[in-house]
């Protein structure tokens, strides 16, 4: 049997699947998911990570065996960049919203991260006094400057850089060049700018459509703008997005089950908001849509549950019968 070794894993971020989606696509518009849940440590946010640590050694900040990564996150940036620093030898501390699901964070400690959970919404805000996460970890980290680092995805151009070489690129090259629309939803902004500054730049008619979830949202990873900052990152490219559709929370849980039984996807709570976001919005003539679907719903069963989306053995069935789940590093 071969050893799979580090690169062997790190060589899987990026190249995800694009699959289209039966369920809204018709005669004039085709609709494709891509499946980011196919990153080794199954989310988008593999990418950044990956890109923030290179940066980060490449600019002389990460010293291996001495240095430290601290992080605020809602969940999936966290799982990346612990399961991706592990691989290339440095430790991580992760600062997280209490409310983000029970998996999520059991992931985080089985990966090895050191983590503190701080009493705030589940989608991260920036701005002064809103945010106990960025500013426990930004506590932390400036009180030991030479041993923690803080790749900041909120504001670290290498998050950006990710998409725009490697994300948008891919959809472009999986739809030969057809993509008319791209939805996804805003978190520190790095997919929405990044994916849409390379589609942009290779057909300017191309429509970037942000995803903002309702306020007091329970869509893990997302920020809604009239109750959070923008943050830097996205503030630098903003013009970039061409339109905006909002979901609330029964729109985006709502369509779970659905894209289960005609899909069959389980999905995550911020993919059904996409999905639920590219359903409502309206699209005149021929098309081809293409959704971010940020991870697939395996870390969800106690939200789902809570939610009453699906009982925990509705849930265990789900899993059992869902296509395109990937093989996790975890």
């Known amino acids: 049997m071969t050893s799979v070794t580090s690169s062997d894993i790190l060589n899987r971020v990026g190249n995800t699947p694009l699959i289209k989606l039966d369920s809204l696509s018709n005669s004039r518009i085709n609709y494709f998911a891509k499946l980011e849940g196919h990153n080794p440590f199954g989310s988008v946010k593999d990418r950044a990570a990956y890109w923030m640590i290179k940066d980060g050694e490449e600019k002389g900040k990460l010293t291996k065996g001495k240095s430290i990564i601290i992080e605020p996150t809602s969940g999936n940036t966290g799982i990346a960049l612990t399961g991706i620093a592990n691989l290339l030898g440095y430790k991580v501390e992760i600062v997280i919203p209490e409310k983000a699901s029970n998996e999520t964070k059991d992931i985080i400690r089985k990966l090895g991260a050191k983590?503190?959970?701080?009493?705030?919404?589940?989608?991260?805000?920036?701005?002064?006094?809103?945010?106990?996460?960025?500013?426990?970890?930004t506590s932390i980290a400036s009180s030991r400057p030479d041993t923690y680092y803080s790749p900041n995805q909120y504001a670290n151009e290498a998050n950006f850089m990710g998409h725009y070489v490697g994300t948008g690129p891919e959809i472009w090259k999986q739809t030969d060049g057809k993509v008319t629309h791209f939805f996804t939803g805003v978190g520190t902004g790095g997919t929405i700018t990044g994916i849409g500054a390379y589609l942009k730049e290779k057909n300017p008619n191309v429509q970037i459509i942000g995803c903002q979830p309702q306020q007091n949202h329970l869509i893990q990873g997302w920020r809604n703008f009239e109750e959070s900052a923008k943050p830097d990152l996205f503030l630098k490219r903003e013009n970039i997005v061409d339109d905006w559709v909002c979901v609330d929370n029964d729109e985006?849980?709502?369509?779970?089950k659905d894209v289960l039984e005609k899909d069959k996807l389980?999905?995550?709570?911020?993919?059904?908001?996409?999905?639920?976001?590219?359903?409502?919005y309206p699209i005149d003539g021929e098309a081809c849509v293409v959704g971010i679907f940020a991870d697939d719903g395996r870390k969800f069963k106690s939200v789902y549950s809570t939610q009453n989306i699906m009982t925990e053995t509705e849930f265990d069935d789900a899993l059992k019968g869902a296509k395109h789940m990937s093989e996790l590093a975890y």
């Open 115 to 137: 983590v503190f959970e701080t009493s705030d919404d589940l989608c991260p805000k920036v701005g002064a006094g809103t945010d106990q996460s960025i500013a426990l970890a």
């Open 266 to 280: 389980l999905i995550s709570p911020s993919s059904a908001a996409v999905y639920a976001c590219m359903k409502k």
């Open 252 to 256: 985006a849980f709502s369509v779970v």
